[in-house]
Nanobody, 120 residues
Framework: QVQLVESGGGLVQAGGSLRLSCAAS????????MGWYRQAPGKQRELVAT???????NYADSVKGRFTISTDSTKSTVNLQMNSLKPEDTAVYYC??????????????WGQGTQVTVSS
């Protein structure tokens, strides 16, 4: 099992910055990738950024050049540096950990979510 604790959300003006952090605990050895997803009211949950245990990153087109995802040396903490924030970035942001269970079965864990609000 994996537990995810998110922090760093809040209210910021357009053009400002926020840094989200997600700390994983439990079966850390099973984590193969971590990432951030977001969901705005009335919209589907969407991928923001992911990073694999091998260091490969993937970003949504809407955040490329503005957001940066990174992990610590143990790959148990994932951060999302968000710069040049726009009102359309307003959403609940969820931390994700993609793991491999016994018998090579993949499984995704999710954090509780943290609110990011960008005012114009």
């Amino acid at each position: 099992q994996v537990q995810l604790v998110e922090s760093g959300g809040g209210l910021v003006q357009a053009g400002g910055s926020l840094r989200l952090s997600c700390a994983a605990s439990g079966s850390i050895f099973s984590i193969r990738a971590m990432g951030w997803y977001r969901q705005a009211p009335g919209k589907q949950r969407e991928l923001v950024a992911t990073i694999t245990s091998g260091g490969n990153t993937n970003y949504a087109d809407s955040v490329k050049g503005r957001f940066t995802i990174s992990t610590d040396s143990t790959k148990s903490t994932v951060n999302l540096q968000m710069n040049s924030l726009k009102p359309e970035d307003t959403a609940v942001y969820y931390c994700n950990a993609h793991t491999i269970r016994t018998l090579a079965i993949p499984y995704d864990y999710w954090g509780q979510g943290t609110q990011v609000t960008v005012s114009s």
